[in-house]
T-cell receptor, first 115, second 114 residues
Framework: QQQVKQSPQSLIVQKGGISIINCAYENTAFDYFPWYQQFPGKGPALLIA?????SEKKEGRFTISFNKSAKQFSLHIMDSQPGDSATYFC??????????????FGTGTLLAVQP | EAGVAQSPRYKIIEKRQSVAFWCNPI?????LYWYQQILGQGPKLLIQFQNNGVVDDSQLPKDRFSAERLKGVDSTLKIQPAKLEDSAVYLC????????????FGPGTRLTVL
C-alpha cells in the first residue's frame, strides 16, 4: 500500500513535443503528490506538486493531472526542450500524520529530449 | 541562501569496512532526512530528524547503519560494516517549518562498495 508505481521507465521525445509520465498509488491516505526533477550528479529538486482537491495544476510548461478515483496522476511537459532531459520522480505522502508523512518515491523516468 | 551541503561526494570502500557521510542542512531547517538511492530506483527514506530527535527510522538497517544529529544542525550517517548492496547514492535533504512539504536535497554522496 505504500508503493508508487511510475511509468514509463524511459522516454524519448522530440524537441517541441509533449512528454507524459504517469504514476499510480494505492494508499488513499496520501494527500500530497509532488514531482521531482533530477539531473546527473545532483539531488532531486521539486518541480511541481498537487493536492487531491484539484484535478490539474499548471506551472509554465509543466502540468500535473490528477485522477482521485483512479488513484493516478501524471506529469505533462509541453514544448519539451533539450534542457528538460533529466530523471523525473513522482512521489506521494500525507501532509499530516507525524512520522507517517514521509515521501514515497516512484522508480523514476529518464527523459531524453532530442534536438 | 546556501543549499544542503554533503561530503564526501564520492567514496569507494571494501566490503566490511566502515564509512561515514556528513550533511549540513540549510540554515534554520529543523527537519533533516537521509535517503538511499540505489541506481535505477527512487530515493528511499532511511531516517528523519526533527531538530536532534528521530522522527522515523523504520527503514534504517539498524544492525549496520546509524545516524546522529547532535545540536540539531549537522548530521552524520555511518555504515559499519558495509555490504556490497549498500552501493548507492546517499542523499540528505532538509525542510523548514515554513516551506510546507518541500524538501531541499543536497547533491548526495555516491558510495561504491567493492
Amino acid at each position: 500500500q505504500q508503493q508508487v508505481k511510475q511509468s514509463p521507465q524511459s522516454l524519448i521525445v522530440q524537441k517541441g513535443g509533449i512528454s507524459i509520465i504517469n504514476c499510480a498509488y494505492e494508499n488513499t491516505a496520501f494527500d500530497y503528490f509532488p514531482w521531482y526533477q533530477q539531473f546527473p550528479g545532483k539531488g532531486p529538486a521539486l518541480l511541481i506538486a498537487i493536492r487531491p482537491d484539484v484535478s490539474e495544476k499548471k506551472e509554465g510548461r509543466f502540468t500535473i493531472s490528477f485522477n482521485k478515483s483512479a488513484k493516478q496522476f501524471s506529469l505533462h511537459i509541453m514544448d519539451s526542450q533539450p534542457g528538460d532531459s533529466a530523471t523525473y520522480f513522482c512521489a506521494a505522502s500525507r501532509i499530516r500524520g507525524g512520522a507517517t508523512n514521509k515521501l514515497i518515491f516512484g522508480t523514476g523516468t529518464l527523459l531524453a529530449v532530442q534536438p | 541562501e546556501a543549499g544542503v551541503a554533503q561530503s564526501p561526494r564520492y567514496k569507494i570502500i571494501e566490503k566490511r569496512q566502515s564509512v561515514a557521510f556528513w550533511c549540513n542542512p540549510i540554515s534554520g531547517h529543523a527537519t533533516l532526512y537521509w535517503y538511499q538511492q540505489i541506481l535505477g530506483q527512487g530515493p528511499k527514506l532511511l531516517i528523519q530528524f526533527q531538530n536532534n530527535g528521530v522522527v522515523d527510522d523504520s527503514q534504517l538497517p539498524k544492525d549496520r547503519f546509524s545516524a546522529e544529529r547532535l545540536k540539531g544542525v549537522d548530521s552524520t550517517l555511518k555504515i559499519q560494516p558495509a555490504k556490497l548492496e549498500d552501493s548507492a547514492v546517499y542523499l540528505c535533504a532538509s525542510k523548514s517549518r515554513t516551506s510546507g512539504k518541500q524538501q531541499y536535497f543536497g547533491p548526495g554522496t555516491r558510495l561504491t562498495v567493492l
